[in-house]
């Protein structure tokens, strides 16, 4: 199947490792992977900021730029659910007609990767080896917005010689919220505190999830606590070849 | 420039003491709601339809509160409309001076508190007296509440014990709760007995009958709306439900969100006046103040539906760190931090809006399905777009940011600048300080530095 990637801004300036291990996965399902290359941004963090002006031109973009591919997968359940929830919203709000139809096309066609794998494709066994212990935070988006459930854990539990444990207390927020860590840095990393704990308590060697915004939270609070536990996108477990 | 919610949540976070609280009782009541929910197979289908009434008496509101006011007028009761808090003030201040009464026992009211009534009755001489025992211990200690429901959630018992001890003149008193229930009971079945106006508001306004229902735990509130000669309730316009059977519905989604009880243990409905029984005088006014307002807007309407059950408070992960006042409104939480710049406007509490890391949990609970996260997003729309958040630097960044986002090459030329301007900050692969406004992200975590090459540049090596 041809596959358009979304990498998002965050994965393409900082976490290159995440599409690369993104790419490799679906290019060993056997897909042709295509990366188009005008893409830039969902909008998320305009739209989630406020400048809502910003992020119409950065949604209308979007839909410029995939409007003709059959499936586009993302890394990232807040882009995803982004583009979900509040393309719709965006359209309204800017009375775009147009851009309403153009969207409520375009949408069901853009996946999640986890999500793509396990609802659109059926697959949960990747055929991957990651011989080490890991816990697993679920993001909020891809929880409460794209209600992935237990898509990601059932990707994780086919992978080969991977230990996986429970994280307490999974379910909550990490803190991280875009620029609310930046704008209310105090209270994030208030919240921060009660993940890096649960973290910790659980033994793993690794922390993974399916958006890297939030990885970036836990992992830089990891980071400066001097804690060993590395994090890994998803995509990069599931990548691991044996 | 007015202090909002970051500077606000300072302060609490510091306090050790009020997080230890606020952890213990929200976690419990969070356990409380989850299994009372959980145990009810149809629990989706009463949210469905609870938010399918309210929003159909927001569509139709002028005519059930018509409706309303003449259902009133026919059980003997009188309706006064009140634009805004002022007026509402004046009118209830009015009522009691003609009754000739110094005091009035209120029933537990955000409403009352919205517009500053006990402040408006205090200068005009009159003493207003709370009942709830959170709210007593709130107005002993001259402190706003910190929770829709659980007004005094910031306080142990030792803390109300200290109070009581002070206020009530009891040197002996003890932290043991039935002592402590026992201290204010004595208190205020006193004033219950003495006093001739209750002020209460409502939970529910019947639009068919003109009845008012107000549930509480308690019973203090019943005594309030039974005892004395004169009942004045102060009534939000969307408060409304079209018929008595709509209750059905609200009382079962109301105790399970809130106390996490499959039932509260006082619910009060009463109509109009009865000769001989209860209050022989009854008067509702009926509140705008900011409301139809909110109405006029598409998105942020769905904030009126809601029933002030406070789930969305207990399971917010910032509400649970900071606490009530750190919202400086008097509704606090997810909740209050969508109606209160709603009502106010954002020059007030343009803050509000942003005070949230947009998890979805208050959504997930509601009880009648308002989209909180997303009316945040719109208000943080409207704040920015008034100008009444964000600094100079804020702006200048997210303009450079969409400019870079909005093409190709500009995204390949910002990120090199970027991996210039990194450099003085980059240690070992991270960045342990930032600059000026991104400084708050480094006072607690590192940030990987930009790699030397993109996934975008890996793709055009392949």
Request: hydrophobic share 40%; aromatic share 6%; with cysteine.
């Amino acid at each position: 199947m041809r596959v358009a990637l979304f990498i998002t801004c965050m994965n393409d300036t900082l976490f290159p490792e995440t599409g690369i291990a993104t790419v490799q996965v679906l290019e060993r399902l056997g897909h042709d992977v295509v990366f188009p290359k005008a893409q830039t941004c969902c909008g998320q963090l305009h739209l989630n900021t406020g400048y809502h002006d910003s992020a119409a031109d950065l949604a209308r973009r979007f839909v410029r730029v995939f409007v003709e591919e059959e499936i586009v997968v993302a890394p990232s359940a807040s882009c995803v659910a982004t583009i979900r929830e509040f393309y719709p919203y965006l359209a309204e709000q800017l009375d775009d007609g147009a851009l309403a139809e153009e969207v409520e096309a375009l949408t069901p066609r853009v996946m999640e990767l986890t999500e793509f794998l396990v609802r659109r494709l059926g697959v949960t066994d990747v055929g991957s080896r990651f011989s080490e212990r890991v816990t697993y935070h679920p993001t909020c988006h891809s929880l409460r917005g794209l209600q992935l459930g237990d898509v990601p854990l059932s990707l994780l539990r086919a992978v080969d010689g991977l230990e996986f444990v429970e994280l307490p207390g999974a379910t909550e927020c990490c803190g991280f919220g875009g620029t609310f860590a930046i704008k209310n840095a105090e209270t994030s990393s208030a919240i921060l505190e009660s993940k890096l704990e649960n973290v910790v308590a659980t033994g793993a060697a690794v922390l993974t999830a399916v958006d890297r915004s939030c990885l970036t939270q836990i992992g830089g609070g990891l980071s400066r606590m001097g804690s060993q536990v590395r994090t890994l996108h998803i995509a990069e477990i599931l990548a691991a070849a044996p | 420039m007015k202090s909002g919610f970051p500077e606000r949540a300072h302060v609490a976070l510091r306090d050790m003491q009020l997080r230890r609280n606020l952890a213990l009782a929200t976690t419990t009541i969070r356990g409380k709601r989850a299994a009372v929910t959980g145990e009810r197979g149809d629990w989706e289908e009463l949210r469905v339809a609870g938010a399918a009434i309210k929003r159909r008496v927001l569509r139709h509101l002028e005519d059930y509160l018509l409706q309303f006011e003449s259902s009133v007028q026919r059980a003997g009761g009188s309706v006064h409309w009140a634009r805004d808090a002022q007026e509402a003030n004046e009118i209830v201040v009015q009522l009691v001076r003609r009754t000739g009464a110094s005091e009035v026992v209120k029933v537990k009211s955000l409403t009352t508190d919205e517009i500053g009534l006990n402040d408006a009755l205090t200068a005009a001489g009159i003493r207003p007296i709370e009942t709830d025992l959170a709210e007593l211990i709130c107005q002993l200690a001259d402190e706003r509440p910190s929770h829709i429901l659980v007004p005094a959630i910031h306080k142990n018992r030792v803390e109300i014990r200290d109070l009581f001890r002070r206020e009530f003149g009891l040197p002996d008193l003890t932290e043991e709760p039935t002592e402590l229930a026992g201290a204010a009971r004595a208190y205020l079945r006193e004033k219950f007995l003495s006093t001739a106006v209750a002020v209460s508001g409502a939970n529910f306004a019947v639009a068919e009958s003109g009845s008012i229902c107000v549930v509480e735990s308690e019973g203090n509130g019943r005594f309030c709306t039974t005892l004395p000669e004169t009942l004045i309730t102060i009534v939000g316009i969307e408060k409304l439900v079209p018929t008595l059977n709509d209750l059905e519905v609200f009382l079962q989604l109301l105790p399970r969100s809130s106390t996490g009880e499959r039932m509260n243990p006082y619910t009060s409905l009463w109509t109009g006046v009865a000769p001989g029984d209860g209050p022989q005088e009854f008067h509702v006014v009926l509140l705008d103040n900011g409301r139809t307002n909110v109405l006029a807007d598409e998105v942020g309407r769905q904030t009126l539906a809601c029933i002030r059950c406070s789930a969305c408070l207990n399971v917010c992960p910032v509400y649970e760190r900071t606490g009530g006042h750190a919202y400086g409104s008097v509704y606090p939480g997810p909740i209050g931090a969508i109606l209160t710049p709603q009502l106010v406007g954002t020059a007030e509490a343009g803050s509000l809006p942003f005070a949230s890391s947009l998890c979805g949990a208050c959504a997930e609970v509601c009880p009648v399905k308002i989209d909180i996260p997303q009316v945040l997003v719109h208000l943080r729309g409207r704040a920015i777009r008034e100008r009444t958040a964000a600094g100079a630097g804020e702006r200048m960044m997210m303009s450079a940011a969409g400019w870079a986002l909005a093409g190709e090459r500009r995204f390949r030329w910002a990120r090199r600048v970027g991996r210039l301007v990194q450099r003085p900050f980059v240690r070992e692969n991270k960045i342990e300080r930032l600059p000026g406004g991104l400084s708050g992200w480094t006072m607690t975590r590192d940030l990987p530095a930009m790699p030397r090459r993109s996934f975008r540049e890996w793709w055009n090596g392949r």
